[in-house]
């Protein structure tokens, strides 16, 4: 692939105590590529993205995120670094004492608070409508379905334009029709925000209709990689069980 | 003769080398705790003069801590004052000495039991909420939302709470004082008719300078300490639920005993002064 490389990750080791998690991940991420990452719960995936934002330190290894070595930043060059990638958490994380619009307006208002040429309320609405919840502006998040969370926390990431997300987990606990809208909508925002992005999920029918490539993560490795139509038919019993 | 049962005494000895291994970790967690909670109020500290500065919340924080806190503390010093009197009176009186009553009242409510208790008050009601609160946002992630997008959640969430609480405590405190005075001055009554006037009177003769500023400062240290533990337990929890029930009823333990040596850091500092 000759485009950009936003990510790539080198030997990537961590444990907890004497669980070893991951165990000398690599991992590139070109501009404009929707990867997903398969594998069984508690296998490390969550932690894997985590530490490309360094919310967890790793133990050893190179994670590069646009150019900027992650793990040699100070915490001004972190915080500018992780302006430009977004993260969609598994359960939205929105901040439940707010409402819509101050969930979106937050990372604005704390961000670019010394650049006032920004119109903020549009840029709100660009975010709603983007995700289809523009009704939903004055609403508190316990008012919402769990669909619509996610959708607003997407939102939310999308507020700060973002050269990369990471999804952890974007469809869980959601029903099919909703699952699917979702998985659409990580498509359509790939085209309209020009992003690339790592997706974990155990959805197979989200990462069939939003990934390029799949890589399946097992004892703290990737230990096979492909499209999902190659994946879905391999000779190996264990990576097409994946698939059912 | 006797047979020895060697693996009998092998685990009790084992036993043994677990509780010193327990005990080890305890007193290795105690200074972790304490190395961590020196290097979280330096970052505090730190992010209080960082811009973008959170007025709007600190109003907010104030308002809602202060609100919720100010009946209870109210009602704890005006039943002190009047408790203390009752008590007082009759040992006064032994030794003739009952005009002394209000002046020893206003000493002892405003030097020490004033500051202590509304500190404990709030120790158990506010640093245990923050606790709780801010745990329960690191529980549901929103914490690392905030940090993932670089919007700095040491300065939102902690900084202006740990503000708020500086500046909240000392005027509990002055409301617990005044209201102990004033509880103080009805009891007084019910043993002779003393004016409003008389009883302030009384009351000061004995309350100077070196009474208020030291009683001042150890509460401002007490609500900066009950916002920053609150907030350093809370922040720190653990990802499941029952870490709220701990973040909280660990920040009331450990604010306790910081207020009380507090306390008895000033105490020693103005004996000898």
């Given at each position: 692939m000759?485009?950009e ?26 501009q ?11 296998i490390?995936?969550s932690?894997?993205t ?6 967890i ?46 969930n ?9 608070f ?22 939903s502006i ?18 939310r ?14 469809t ?18 790939r085209?309209e ?11 197979m ?5 939003a ?5 399946i993560?097992s ?5 096979v ?19 059912i | 003769?006797?047979?020895i049962n ?11 080398l ?26 505090v ?39 203390l ?35 404990l008050?709030?120790?158990g009601?506010i640093s ?7 745990a ?9 939302a ?5 919007t700095?959640?040491?300065?939102f ?21 005044a ?6 001055f009805?009891?007084?009554?019910i ?15 004995l ?16 609500g ?33 005993l ?16």
């Open positions: 000759d485009r490389k936003v990510i790539v990750v080198k030997s990537l080791y961590k444990s907890f105590k004497d669980n070893h998690i991951l165990r000398g991940i690599d991992l590139t991420l070109h404009g590529e929707n990867l997903g990452i398969v594998g069984k719960s508690g490390g995936k932690v894997l985590k530490c490309i934002v360094r919310l330190e790793p133990d050893v290894g190179e994670i590069d995120v646009m150019g900027t070595n992650v793990l040699e930043c100070d915490d001004n060059e972190l915080n500018e670094l992780r302006k430009k990638v977004g993260y969609l958490f598994q359960g939205g994380a929105l901040y439940d004492s707010m409402s819509v619009r101050e979106l307006s937050f990372p604005i208002r704390r961000t670019q010394k650049d006032k040429e920004h119109d903020t309320e549009e840029l709100i609405e660009r975010s709603l409508r983007s995700v289809g919840l523009l009704d004055d609403s508190m998040p316990s008012e919402l379905s769990g669909g619509m969370k996610k959708r607003i926390a997407l939102a990431t999308l507020i700060l334009n973002p050269g990369i997300i990471l999804y952890d987990e974007p869980t606990g959601l029903d099919a029709v909703t699952s699917g809208e979702i998985s659409e909508l990580m498509l359509k925002i085209e925000y020009n992003t690339a992005s790592i997706i974990i999920t155990h959805d029918k989200c990462a069939k209709i990934t390029d490539s799949i890589k993560m004892e703290g490795i990737f230990i990689d492909g499209t999902y139509d190659e994946l879905s038919r391999s000779d190996n019993k264990e990576i097409r069980d994946y698939f | 003769m006797a047979k060697v693996s009998i005494i092998k685990e009790r000895f084992k036993g043994r677990k509780v010193k291994e327990e005990t080890r970790n305890f007193y290795n967690g105690v200074f972790i705790d304490l190395g961590e909670l020196v290097m979280f109020t330096g970052n500290i730190k992010e209080m003069f960082h811009p973008p500065f959170e007025f709007r919340e600190l109003i907010k924080h104030g308002f809602l801590l202060g609100n919720k806190s100010l009946a209870l503390v109210v009602v704890t010093g005006f039943i002190m004052g009047l408790v009197t009752m008590q007082m009176n009759p040992i006064l009186a032994d030794f003739g000495a009952q005009t002394l009553l209000p002046g020893v009242i206003a000493v002892s409510m405003v030097r020490e039991l004033g500051p202590v208790i509304t500190g008050i709030c120790a009601k245990s909420g923050i606790g709780a609160e801010i329960a946002m690191r529980v549901t992630e929103q914490i690392d905030m940090e993932v997008s670089g700095r959640p040491l300065s969430v902690v900084a202006s709470r740990v503000m708020a609480t500086t500046l909240v405590v000392p005027i509990l405190v002055i409301f617990a004082d209201f102990s005075l004033f509880g103080a009805l009891a007084v009554n043993f002779e008719d003393t004016s409003v006037t008389l009883f302030i009177n009384r009351s000061f003769t309350l100077g300078f070196i009474d208020l500023f030291p009683s001042t400062l150890k509460t401002v240290l007490f900066f300490f009950i916002g920053l533990i609150g907030c350093y337990k809370g922040y720190t929890a653990g990802r499941g639920t029952e870490s709220v029930g701990k973040a909280a009823n660990s920040a009331v333990v450990a604010s306790s910081t207020i009380f040596v507090i306390d008895l850091v000033f105490v020693l500092i103005t004996s000898i002064l």
